[in-house]
């Protein structure tokens, strides 16, 4: 089991900068790929980055890439989104969430743990 928990969100001007922090407890979280989805209102959950286990590989949605970039402190348990250039359309609650396997990971049902959400609202 792994239980995550989100941090960093917050209000910030357009062209600006966050990083989101998603602390992990739990045996098996060198072993899980950790990744972040995000929701807009009214929008159906979407796929933002995800990282492996052992922190090699990593996939990002169109939209963020060149942006955003994730990282992870095995050591510290600690999964990283740093978000450069934020847009207005970035705005949303963004979640943390992991999954054993690397498959269908656009798919926000198949990951089987999530954390509470963080606001993160970019203001134009």
């Known amino acids: 089991q792994v239980q995550l928990v989100e941090s960093g969100g917050g209000l910030v001007q357009a062209g600006g900068s966050l990083r989101l922090s998603c602390a992990a407890s739990?045996?098996?979280?060198?072993?899980?790929?950790i990744g972040w989805f995000r929701q807009a209102p009214a929008k159906e959950r979407e796929f933002v980055a995800l990282?492996?286990?052992?922190?090699?590989?990593?996939d990002y949605a169109d939209s963020v890439k060149g942006r955003f970039a994730i990282s992870r402190d095995n050591a510290k348990k600690t999964v990283y989104l740093q978000m450069n250039s934020l847009k207005p359309e970035d705005t949303a609650v963004y979640y943390c969430?992991?999954?054993?396997?690397?498959?269908?990971?656009?798919?926000?049902?198949?990951?089987?743990?999530w954390g509470q959400g963080t606001q993160v609202t970019v203001s134009s």
């Open positions: 969430t992991g999954t054993e396997y690397w498959t269908s990971i656009y798919q926000a049902s198949l990951y089987k743990y």
């Open positions: 990282i492996s286990g052992g922190g090699g590989s990593t």
């Open positions: 739990g045996r098996t979280f060198s072993w899980t790929h």
